[in-house]
């Protein structure tokens, strides 16, 4: 005899099931790469604290005075120190999985071009996202790097520099958790946790500009229109590419 159609009814849930889960559970399943890699920072960030101790609340000195910059200098605390590049690791995963949440959020779409469909808030624009960061910040450095000896400004630029790894590190840190809340926060809307990293980025940026204008200030080797040609050269005139660049593939 022909079964009702009422019959097949049953089943129905069961097949799109997927589909009653909450948004950040079939989000959290998805997402066990984005675990493991926060679970490998913690890690990180223990050993840090173990091995260097001193030296990273020496950082965070150095964060609001000058005077600790120079000792951390003058002790060559240089830029390939284990506890550095490990803590610049932290705050490039953490800056692309931020910005490889806020692509899914907000629909930027950028790299999708190169995914299949679905596949915009996975590993893959993740890595892409990383990499961009990465090569951002190579190019970065080694136009500083030129500029330090076109202007024969070796002491100058190498604080510059240190500023830029030292505001980049502690705001890895800082962005860890805000990282972790917006792939699995389900009380707080991950919008919400987008804004306020972008927020914190944004002061950060404008801190660091402030005191690399004081570190110029106080050299009497170069004029302040030459330290705002500077700033505006090698801050806002990238951040203004990597924007418009952005902004072409949305």
């Known amino acids: 005899p022909q079964l009702p159609d009422t019959a097949f009814a049953i089943t129905e849930p069961a097949q799109s099931g997927e589909e009653l889960l909450p948004e950040h559970l079939r989000n959290t399943e998805n997402n066990t790469w984005a675990a493991i890699l926060f679970f490998t920072c913690f890690a990180i960030l223990v050993w840090a604290k173990v091995s260097y101790s001193k030296r990273i609340n020496q950082f965070f000195e150095a964060f609001f005075s000058n005077r600790y910059i120079k000792q951390m200098i003058r002790e060559e605390f240089v830029f390939s120190h284990p506890l550095s590049m490990a803590l610049s690791l932290v705050f490039l995963f953490s800056a692309a999985l931020l910005l490889t949440q ?33 090569v951002f910040y190579a190019v970065k450095i080694l136009a500083i790097r030129l500029t330090a000896i076109l202007f024969a400004a070796g002491e100058e630029i190498t604080e510059y520099l240190f500023n830029l790894f030292l505001f980049n590190n502690i705001l890895g840190i800082l962005l860890l958790p ?8 389900s009380a707080i809307s991950p919008q919400k946790i987008l804004l306020f990293s972008g927020g914190l980025v944004l002061l950060a940026f ?17 004029s302040k229109l030459y330290i705002i040609l500077y700033i505006c050269t090698l801050e806002i005139l990238p951040l203004i590419v990597v924007i418009k660049s952005f902004s072409g593939s949305t």
């Open 206 to 222: 404008l801190f660091r500009l402030v005191k690399c204008i004081y570190i110029g200030s106080i050299t009497t080797k170069f």
């Open 102 to 134: 806020a692509n899914h959020h907000y629909q930027w779409h950028i790299f999708v071009q190169w995914l299949s469909p679905g596949e915009e808030t996975g590993f893959a624009v993740f890595l892409k996202f990383l990499f961009s960061i990465t």
């Open 178 to 185: 805000l990282a972790i809340g917006a792939v699995f926060a």
